[in-house]
């Protein structure tokens, strides 16, 4: 039981650049989502998807794209990197009856 | 809007000392609450909840929470903090009924001296 996975760990990009971030769970969760991490600015939702089939926005989803591929899988897309979005990327999933969050370990991405 | 207050963004305490981390939140009914604890370079891992029954909940590594509903608190306590404690904290309320969306404070950051 792996819980939440995500890959890479560490990612360098150039401006204008393209990559997608790749997060699986294996709990047989219902809802996903992607946050963003920044030193004085706590956890900011990118967007999230509540069951498979649907996504929404969460508070920061500009310059972003996402996929709920199947149940388990939820990937996060950047079209076109920019140096604003240096930062840590976090995958979450929640299932049970209070819906607590499990995280991922996280992405550290450096758009230069 | 539901919001999450965690005052205190740096708190050092010695090593065999005990804790305290404050959380207060605004929500016009009980929330469900939680606690998640977040080490270097790490992701973060869910400490403790609270939905319902017993105001006092515990958590794992040995950290306990009280809700409070006449304060609108539920503060984060350990006895007796080890090194290995040191990490950020994070307070986070969800709506009643099982909203997906839960809120997060700012975080509050545990240092242990030695």
């Known amino acids: 039981n792996a819980g939440v996975t995500q890959t890479p760990k560490f990612q360098v990009l150039k401006t204008g650049q393209s990559m997608t971030l790749q997060c699986a769970q294996d709990?047989?969760?219902?809802?996903m989502y992607w946050y963003r991490q920044d030193p004085g600015m706590g956890l900011r939702l990118i967007y999230y998807s509540a069951s498979e089939g649907t996504t929404d926005k969460g508070e920061v989803p500009n310059g972003y794209n996402v996929s709920r591929l199947n149940k388990r899988e939820f990937s996060l897309r950047l079209e076109s990197a920019a140096p604003s979005q240096t930062s840590v990327y976090f995958c979450a999933s929640s299932g049970g009856p209070v819906h607590e969050q499990y995280f991922g370990p996280g992405t550290r991405l450096t758009v230069t | 809007a539901q919001s999450v207050t965690q005052p205190d963004i740096h708190i050092t305490v010695s090593e065999g000392a005990s804790l305290e981390l404050r959380c207060n939140y605004s929500y016009g009914a009980t929330p469900y609450l939680f606690w998640y604890v977040q080490s270097p370079g790490q992701g973060l891992q869910l400490l403790l909840k609270?939905?319902?029954?017993?105001?006092l909940v515990q958590g794992i590594k040995g950290f306990e929470a009280e809700f409070k509903r006449s304060q609108s608190s539920f503060n984060l306590r350990k006895p007796s903090v080890h090194w290995s404690d040191a990490a950020e904290y994070f307070c986070a309320v969800g709506p009643p009924g099982g909203s997906y969306i839960p809120t997060f404070g700012r975080g509050t950051s545990l240092i242990v001296h030695p």
């Open positions: 709990m047989n969760h219902n809802s």
């Open positions: 609270y939905f319902s029954g017993d105001t």
